[in-house]
Nanobody, 125 residues
Framework: QVQLVQSGGGLVQAGGSLRLSCAASGSTFRNYAMGWFRQAPGKERDFVAAITWSSSRPYYVDSLKGRFTISGDNAKNPVYLQMNSLKPEDTAVYYC??????????????????WGQGTEVTVSS
């Protein structure tokens, strides 16, 4: 059984920062890549960032480059999403996800096998 446990999030004023973390567990799980998605109220779940453990290469949605940073040491340690200069439009439920193998598109939810429980981020103006 694979579990992704998220922590962090909460309420922050515009311009502030938050860090989310996500830890994966499961002895038989080959953790190939991890990603972050977010879902605002009434909207679809959108890609935020991803990282592949073979190269530690990050991927970002263009609109968040420079403000959000995904990081992690390796597949056995937590992955983090550092969010800076937060804006009210960043308000959403944030989900981490883990992928056991490459399916061709880190930006797609279909790339990922397991999902965290989600954590709310609220940015007040």
């Amino acid at each position: 059984q694979v579990q992704l446990v998220q922590s962090g999030g909460g309420l922050v004023q515009a311009g502030g920062s938050l860090r989310l973390s996500c830890a994966a567990s499961g002895s038989t799980f080959r953790n190939y890549a991890m990603g972050w998605f977010r879902q605002a109220p009434g909207k679809e779940r959108d890609f935020v960032a991803a990282i592949t453990w073979s190269s530690s290469r990050p991927y970002y949605v263009d609109s968040l480059k420079g403000r959000f940073t995904i990081s992690g040491d390796n597949a056995k340690n937590p992955v983090y999403l550092q969010m800076n200069s937060l804006k009210p439009e960043d308000t959403a439920v944030y989900y981490c996800a883990a992928s056991g193998y490459y399916r061709g598109n880190y930006y797609s939810a279909s790339q990922y096998d397991y999902w965290g429980q989600g954590t709310e981020v609220t940015v007040s103006s």
